[in-house]
């Protein structure tokens, strides 16, 4: 059984292709057309189709658009009311009603050979549940909860998996949503409205939540499995910030007041579904899943032992879960993916025909786990270019820049190579068997979804990647999972008795993560970046930029001597 899933109405459009129950590929299309998020999630955009991703997702099956047997649409029109019958204030969403009708013909279009009769409508938030429920390791019978800003007429759904049935306890119906109150606090405090929450939930840590009692008037949960969370007065809480302008004490305040009580009101939704189901594991998805904060408490507070999140639990990971709810119910019994590197790659051959293309000098030393260890032991921040894409927000080293957390300046330093707010933290990759010793929270955490203490005796030892309140956003790694990162940061230990290494997404703001060669070159090529690591081969900065001829560059190879880079015009 073939299905293709597509996300596409809303915001970060993107494909999923599971073959059999297998995940064989999933993408968001900004990695494709370089647009952050795919586009903004207005009605005029609905009609845009992930149609470079869902191609890609093809061909690395050997698909053509006639083979597939479904696609997984991620949300049901037949299921929507207006926008003005919710409480919404969208003038325009019945276009954006219209053209959800009319997607299988737009992925007809963008999928020449497609037939449109094989698109089936799944509901949005059922795609998101089955994102987590089915791709939760070893999780036959959990509990789900979806929290995101809206689907079709709801704005939460809570569920229960029982092999590959998904069962639907309880849904919160608009215009009550916890994700539209983060996403209209983002627009208050000068940010871009669904797309820069997380900033949001970084500058919560630098205020008090004083002003949690007013929010609890408007934003609380009623007991049934349901909340309240509509009418908030932000104005009166605090003056808005306009974009550009430094934030204040206010500012900060009013961010921790409404994390305070969104945490408050997810941790009595997970206490009433666990008091329907009792079970022990807890899968969540839905954009309101990426708070990390929120699910470290859920994870210590919660009655769930385990809690596990969705690496792609915004509306990028619907494509993901329409596809494995159409696979469930077809009788092809969904398989969890291995890890969230479910992206483009390439061969070291194709990735060495792109540098020769490119006539930049590069090294192909004989590790370069080893080199780049020593280059960050010598305090370098390295580009990390390896194998698959990450399917998802978070860079989890395979599209990542690094650098040494002994050093308290390297924060502000990424941050400038980003382009980043200063308030902004950058999280630390840690070998998973030294974890327990240094950090305090669920471990293992291989998606950078939860944060947690750092030990008072390691903060001044790895000051770069500890946040003003004392914690990090950790992720762990499994050298049998990621053997290549695992033995960079081995050898980085023993260079500097570390056992962490700084890890932020490999971008700049504004743009989406890199993904492909030329990406990497580009940013490599614009930034402050000391190395490349791309795939088995080193760029230098001072030799990417050296006046020397390519005609007359040498390259390392694996045995140390030297030979024509083949560079040349």
Same mark, same amino acid.
């Given at each position: ?71 997984? =649409? ?24 219209? =053209? ?81 109150? =983060? ?14 929450? =997380? ?371």
């Amino acid at each position: 059984m073939r299905i293709l899933g597509i996300n596409a109405l809303f915001h970060d459009p993107a494909a999923a292709l599971v073959i059999d129950g297998h995940t064989v590929a999933a993408a968001e299309e900004e990695r494709f057309s370089r647009r952050k998020h795919g586009k903004r999630p207005v009605p005029f955009s609905a009609w845009e189709v992930p149609g470079q991703a869902a191609a890609w997702c093809l061909s690395q099956a050997g698909l053509r658009p006639s083979d597939l047997d479904a696609v997984a =649409y991620s949300f049901d029109p037949h299921l929507a009311r207006p926008a003005e019958t919710m409480g919404l204030d969208d003038p325009w969403d019945h276009l954006r009603l219209t =053209y959800a009708h009319e997607a299988p013909g737009f992925l007809s279009e963008a999928l020449p050979g497609l037939d449109p009769a094989r698109v089936r409508f799944v509901p949005h938030h059922m795609a998101h549940a089955a994102s987590g429920a089915f791709a939760a390791p070893g999780a036959g019978t959990c509990s789900v909860l979806v929290l995101d800003g809206r689907g079709e007429a709801t704005s939460h759904l809570a569920a229960r998996r029982t092999g590959t049935t998904l069962e639907p306890l309880h849904g919160q119906e608009l215009p009550h949503s916890l994700g539209l109150v =983060y996403e209209e606090l983002t627009e208050h405090l000068g940010f871009l409205r669904s797309s820069d929450e =997380y900033k949001v939930m970084a500058l919560a840590s630098y205020g008090t939540p004083r002003m949690l009692g007013e929010l609890r008037r408007h934003v609380h949960p009623t007991g049934d499995g349901g909340f309240r969370a509509a009418g908030v007065p932000w104005e009166e809480l605090c003056t808005a910030r306009r974009p550009g302008e430094a934030w204040t004490q206010d500012h900060a305040d009013l961010a921790a007041s409404t994390q305070a009580c969104l945490e408050e009101t997810l941790l009595d939704l997970v206490r009433w579904l666990h008091g329907r189901t009792g079970d022990r594991v807890l899968a969540m998805a839905g954009g309101v899943a990426l708070n990390c904060v929120a699910n470290s408490r859920i994870a210590r507070e919660g009655p769930f032992d385990t809690v596990w999140v969705q690496p792609a639990a915004g509306d990028a990971g619907t494509a993901l879960g329409g596809a494995l709810l159409l696979s469930a119910d077809t009788g092809h019994p969904p398989e969890p993916p291995a890890g969230a590197d479910l992206g483009r790659g390439w061969s070291d051959a194709e990735l060495e025909a792109w540098l020769k293309t490119a006539q930049v000098p590069y090294e192909r030393p004989p590790d370069v786990a080893e080199t780049v260890a020593r280059a960050l032991a010598g305090d370098a921040v390295v580009a990390w270019f390896q194998g698959r894409a990450e399917f998802g927000p978070r860079a989890l080293g395979h599209r990542s820049l690094l650098a040494h957390p002994g050093h308290v300046g390297n924060l502000e330093r990424l941050n400038d190579v980003k382009g980043r707010e200063q308030f902004r933290p950058v999280a630390p990759m840690v070998l998973a068997d030294r974890a327990g010793e240094i950090f305090d929270g669920p471990l293992p955490s291989p998606y950078m979804l939860f944060v947690h203490d750092v030990a008072p005796r390691w903060r001044e030892r790895i000051p770069a990647v500890v946040h003003v309140d004392g914690s990090a956003r950790v992720q762990t790694v499994d050298a049998a999972a990621e053997p290549l990162l695992a033995r960079m940061m081995t050898a980085f230990e023993r260079l500097t008795g570390l056992p962490v290494v700084v890890n932020t997404s490999l971008n700049t703001a504004g743009r989406p993560m890199v993904d492909d060669p030329r990406d990497a070159l580009e940013c490599f090529g614009s930034a402050p970046v000391d190395l490349l690591a791309m795939g088995p081969f080193v760029v230098r900065r001072g030799e990417f930029f050296s006046t020397g001829s390519p005609d007359e560059a040498t390259t390392v190879v694996a045995d140390g001597s030297l030979t024509d880079r083949g560079c040349v015009r």
